[in-house]
């Protein structure tokens, strides 16, 4: 009892902090750095306590954190897309530091070095993208595209707990999280598709659906939120497993860690990304 109501405070306030940092670009920038800061460093923390594996993680951490800000600046029309620079020379040192460092496993140290800034780094990076739109009349603020992923990635995981629940019986991925099922995912994704219309709706009946989607494109934006948003669970599971560990971290009480809490996210945000741009081709 006591562990449910710890998770239920820790859910209420961590949805709070979400949902109010969207309605302020600022707020959105501040929360989502920090948060890749902290992802980042929790990362790093697990692979270095694998044998042989030796990875910087305050220049990783760092190095991410800077490209959401420099995401940020060059989305929003503040700088050129020469802020990247700094960038990409800490990626070149990492790479060319175990030339001189003599590891154990020079080959295991690049590539986790590398995965903390495109499996984590740069996906929450993306909420830049969505976020800054280029209009007519410049570049704006547009705060529904996404806070809607975080929304239909947290719909789709009640709709899954309960279709699960009452129905599931044959499993999505057993060797991997044998919790899952079927009807679960189906669930949830149906789910999610309804509350994508409803969002198109309300967005249209007060003037906040800048993206100019139409109900079968928000039906679509949350039907890939959801296949990309299971991978993305199932991806840091198989991570978890690998590393012989059941949580990521302890930073939010009840929840785990920082890749536990965002794990969905890391590959739905990119799709969703994907997904709005694919639609501008069509």
């Known amino acids: 009892?006591?562990?449910?109501?710890v998770r239920t405070i820790t859910a209420v306030f961590f949805v709070a902090a979400?949902?109010?940092?969207?309605?302020?670009?600022?707020?959105?920038?501040?929360?989502?750095?920090?948060?890749?800061?902290?992802?980042?460093w929790e990362f790093t923390g697990l692979v270095n306590d694998r044998d042989n594996i030796t990875v910087n993680r305050m220049i990783c951490t760092v190095a991410g954190v800077y490209f959401f800000f420099a995401m940020a600046a060059y989305n929003s029309g503040i700088t050129a897309a020469s802020i990247f620079i700094p960038y990409l020379v800490t990626l070149i040192y990492l790479m060319v530091a175990e030339l001189y460092?003599?590891?154990?496993?020079?080959?295991?140290?690049w590539a986790y070095t590398m995965m903390s800034q495109l499996y984590i780094a740069l996906p929450f990076s993306l909420l830049n993208v969505l976020a800054f739109q280029?209009?007519?009349?410049?570049?704006?603020?547009?705060?529904?595209?996404?806070?809607?992923v975080f929304v239909?990635?947290?719909?789709?995981?009640?709709?899954?707990?309960?279709?699960?629940?009452?129905?599931?019986?044959?499993?999505?991925?057993?060797?991997?999280?044998?919790?899952?099922?079927?009807?679960?995912?189906?669930?949830g994704g149906i789910l999610v598709m309804l509350v994508a219309v409803i969002i198109w709706h309300l967005t249209e009946q007060y003037?906040?659906?800048?993206?100019?989607?139409?109900?079968?494109?928000?039906?679509?934006?949350?039907?890939?939120?959801?296949i990309f948003g299971t991978?993305?669970?199932?991806?840091?599971?198989?991570f978890k497993r690998t590393l012989g560990i059941k949580d990521s971290g302890h930073v939010l009480p009840g929840h785990g860690g920082m890749l536990d809490r965002f794990d969905s996210s890391l590959l739905a945000i990119?799709?969703?990304?994907?997904?709005?741009y694919t639609l501008t081709m069509i």
Not at 207 to 223: F, R
Request: aromatic letters at 10%; a negative charge; one cysteine or more.
């Open 207 to 226: 003037g906040l659906n800048e993206a100019g989607l139409t109900h079968l494109q928000w039906a679509g934006l949350g039907l890939v939120i959801v």
């Open 152 to 187: 239909f990635l947290w719909v789709n995981d009640a709709g899954a707990y309960i279709c699960g629940s009452l129905l599931g019986r044959n499993k999505l991925f057993p060797r991997i999280s044998p919790g899952k099922s079927w009807e679960g995912s189906i669930g």
């Open 134 to 148: 280029s209009g007519t009349e410049g570049i704006h603020y547009v705060w529904t595209l996404p806070l809607s």
């Open 18 to 40: 979400i949902v109010s940092c969207f309605l302020r670009a600022e707020a959105m920038v501040l929360l989502f750095a920090l948060v890749t800061g902290l992802t980042v």
């Open 101 to 109: 460092l003599k590891h154990p496993d020079p080959v295991g140290d």
């Open 231 to 238: 991978w993305g669970d199932l991806v840091e599971s198989l």
């Open 270 to 276: 990119p799709a969703a990304v994907v997904y709005l």
């Open 1 to 5: 009892m006591k562990n449910f109501i």
